[in-house]
C-alpha cells in the first residue's frame, strides 16, 4: 500500500481559506466574500489570499470547485438499485443538494468554470448520464438519452432555482415532485407496457445495448448506431 503524500502547510492554509469562504458564503451571500472578510475570519493576513488565489474571483472559484467535489462525494451510482429508482434517487439528490447550499448552488450554476470545475461538473454529468443508461437498457426510456438527460438537467436546475428564489414561508414543497413527474410523463414509459412501446423505445433501448453488439464491426455499429438516433429522436 502506497504511502498517502503529507499535506504541505500551503496546502492547508489553502484548504482552510475555502472553508472559510464557503462559510461566509453560505451565511450571507457572494458580496460577503472579500478578500478582507476571509481573510479576518481565517485569522491570516489578506496578502495569503492573493499568493494562493491571485484574487477575490480566484477564491470563489476555488469554493465552486469545493462544491462541486462535495456534491460528487454524495452523488454514487448504485448499480443493484432500480434503474427507475436509481434516477429518481439523484433527482432528489440535486434537489436536496440546492436546497440546502442555495448561495453555492446558486454560483456553480452561474460563475465561469475553471478548468477543474468543468471536470468536476462533467463528472456529475457522467453520473446522471449513466442512471440515464440504464434505465435504457431496461426498456423504460421512450426518448433518446441525450433528450433524457438534457430535459432532467433543465427541469431539476430549474426547479432548485426557481424554490430559493421563493420566500420561506411562501415556498412551493409540490414543486420539485410535480416537475418530476411531468419528466417522467416525457421520458419514461409505464413498466407494463414497456415490451410494446413502438419503434421509438425499442431503437433507444437497442441504442443502449450497441457497445455489447459484437457480431457487428465497428463501423456497422456507428451506422446502425445513427439509424437509432434518428428514430429515438423523431
Known amino acids: 500500500m502506497s504511502e498517502l503524500k503529507p499535506v504541505s502547510p500551503r496546502d492547508r492554509t489553502r484548504a482552510h481559506l475555502v472553508r472559510v469562504a464557503a462559510e461566509l458564503l453560505a451565511a450571507a451571500g457572494p458580496d460577503a466574500v472579500t478578500t478582507r472578510s476571509v481573510a479576518l475570519a ?8 492573493y499568493r494562493l488565489f491571485g484574487d477575490k474571483t ?9 462544491g ?4 460528487m462525494a454524495s452523488k454514487q451510482l448504485d448499480r443493484d438499485c432500480d434503474p427507475v ?6 433527482w432528489q439528490l440535486h434537489i436536496g443538494f440546492g436546497l440546502a447550499n442555495p448561495e453555492l448552488f446558486r454560483l456553480m450554476n452561474t460563475a465561469l468554470r475553471t478548468p477543474q470545475g468543468r471536470a468536476a461538473a462533467a463528472t456529475g454529468a457522467g453520473v446522471l448520464r449513466a442512471r440515464v443508461h ?3 437498457e431496461a426498456g423504460r426510456l421512450r426518448v433518446s438519452e441525450r433528450r433524457a438527460v438534457e430535459l432532467i438537467q433543465a427541469a431539476g436546475t430549474g426547479v432548485v432555482f426557481t424554490l430559493i428564489d421563493q420566500a420561506a414561508e411562501e415556498r412551493d414543497d409540490t414543486l420539485a415532485g410535480t416537475a418530476w413527474d411531468s419528466v417522467c410523463a416525457s421520458i419514461l414509459t409505464q413498466a407494463s407496457t414497456a415490451a410494446t412501446g413502438g419503434p421509438r423505445v425499442a431503437a433507444v433501448t437497442l441504442r443502449a445495448a450497441l457497445p455489447d ?18 428514430i429515438a429522436e423523431a
Open 134 to 136: 440504464r434505465v435504457a
Open 42 to 49: 481565517a485569522g491570516l493576513q489578506a496578502p495569503a489570499i
Open 68 to 71: 462541486f467535489t462535495s456534491y
Open 85 to 90: 429508482r436509481s434516477l429518481h434517487d439523484g
Open 213 to 230: 453488439l459484437t457480431a457487428l464491426s465497428a463501423a456497422e455499429r456507428a451506422l446502425l448506431g445513427d439509424w437509432l438516433d434518428r
Open 58 to 66: 480566484g477564491l470563489l472559484d476555488a469554493v465552486v470547485e469545493h
